[in-house]
């Protein structure tokens, strides 16, 4: 679900009878020092919680607050939000657990609503983005948001590859040129409609592209024009990296370039 549409949703709930466990915790550490931070303040915060408990189904809450921080303290649980969010109560049926990619700064909070103002503050500086991996041939689309990537979309086109010249004419070779070009600008102008319908389905206005600088130069002429506003460039020939780089790198990267960290 959208961040920004569930943390719309969770500011409505209250609960009269009951209390809400809202915690948050950082889960990008430098180094294992770091760690034990976190980890001494969750078990500090939650016997301070259990001995102050005087409410139906706090208790649950806490215990199910502890197994999932411990999970993601051993990065049994989302190992590349750099913060989570958790959110509980029993008597609502509340158990939720939000990973975004800017990091948090550790929080306790029991009380009758959610804690939200770390989580609206990671939506609103963390901005969501679409990453386009664009070559001649085919597109990667990749919607970032403040809780991680979406669902990845494919698009391969049928352009026809390069052919050598053997004992082609002059002429013959310029019009193949010209029927290749033509495939490519189809194949660019499909990119640019999903694109396109992609940031109307999910609010998305940044985009940053991706991918080595002929075919990228090619596709940005096909931008032109279009409603929505071009935020950066990564251009993969200056790295020497393939198209599709191996998930850990490409994730740190990718991080670094829409966090700026």
């Given at each position: 679900?959208?961040?920004?549409?569930?943390?719309?949703?969770?500011?409505?709930?209250?609960?009269?009878?009951?209390?809400?466990?809202?915690?948050?915790?950082?889960?990008?550490?430098?180094?294992?020092?770091?760690?034990?931070?976190?980890?001494?303040?969750?078990?500090?915060?939650?016997?301070?919680?259990?001995?102050?408990?005087?409410?139906?189904?706090?208790?649950?809450?806490?215990?199910?607050?502890?197994?999932?921080?411990?999970?993601?303290?051993?990065?049994?649980?989302?190992?590349?939000?750099?913060?989570?969010?958790?959110?509980?109560?029993?008597?609502?049926?509340?158990?939720?657990?939000?990973?975004?990619?800017?990091?948090?700064?550790?929080?306790?909070?029991?009380a009758p609503a959610p804690y939200l103002r770390p989580l609206a503050a990671a939506v609103a500086t963390t901005e969501s983005a679409l990453v386009v991996f664009v070559d001649a041939e085919s597109a990667r689309l990749?919607?970032?948001?403040?809780?991680?990537?979406?669902?990845?979309?494919?698009?391969?086109?049928?352009?026809?590859?390069?052919?050598?010249?053997?004992?082609?004419?002059?002429?013959?070779?310029?019009?193949?040129?010209?029927?290749?070009?033509?495939?490519?600008?189809?194949?660019?102008?499909?990119?640019?409609?999903?694109?396109?319908?992609?940031?109307?389905?999910?609010?998305?206005?940044?985009?940053?592209?991706?991918?080595?600088?002929?075919?990228?130069?090619?596709?940005?002429?096909?931008?032109?024009?279009?409603?929505?506003?071009?935020?950066?460039?990564?251009?993969?020939?200056?790295?020497?990296?393939?198209?599709?780089?191996?998930?850990?790198?490409?994730?740190?990267?990718?991080?670094?370039?829409?966090?700026?960290?």
């Amino acid at each position: 679900m959208n961040p920004t549409t569930r943390l719309s949703e969770l500011a409505k709930i209250r609960a009269t009878t009951a209390t809400i466990v809202s915690v948050y915790l950082n889960t990008r550490w430098a180094d294992e020092h770091q760690r034990d931070r976190v980890r001494v303040f969750l078990k500090g915060e939650l016997r301070k919680a259990r001995e102050a408990a005087d409410l139906p189904g706090l208790r649950d809450d806490l215990a199910w607050i502890e197994g999932e921080g411990e999970a993601l303290i051993a990065q049994a649980r989302v190992p590349d939000a750099g913060g989570v969010a958790l959110f509980a109560c029993a008597a609502l049926g509340l158990r939720e657990l939000m990973p975004v990619r800017a990091p948090f700064a550790d929080a306790f909070v029991v009380a009758p609503a959610p804690y939200l103002r770390p989580l609206a503050a990671a939506v609103a500086t963390t901005e969501s983005a679409l990453v386009v991996f664009v070559d001649a041939e085919s597109a990667r689309l990749i919607p970032v948001r403040a809780n991680g990537a979406g669902e990845e979309v494919e698009l391969q086109s049928d352009v026809p590859g390069h052919h050598k010249r053997g004992g082609w004419a002059q002429l013959a070779q310029s019009r193949y040129q010209r029927h290749i070009l033509d495939h490519r600008g189809r194949h660019f102008e499909s990119v640019v409609e999903a694109v396109s319908q992609l940031l109307d389905g999910d609010g998305i206005r940044r985009l940053v592209l991706a991918g080595e600088r002929e075919p990228l130069a090619a596709f940005r002429k096909h931008l032109d024009g279009a409603r929505f506003e071009l935020d950066g460039l990564l251009d993969r020939a200056e790295h020497g990296q393939p198209l599709e780089p191996p998930p850990a790198p490409w994730r740190k990267r990718l991080q670094q370039k829409l966090l700026g960290s």
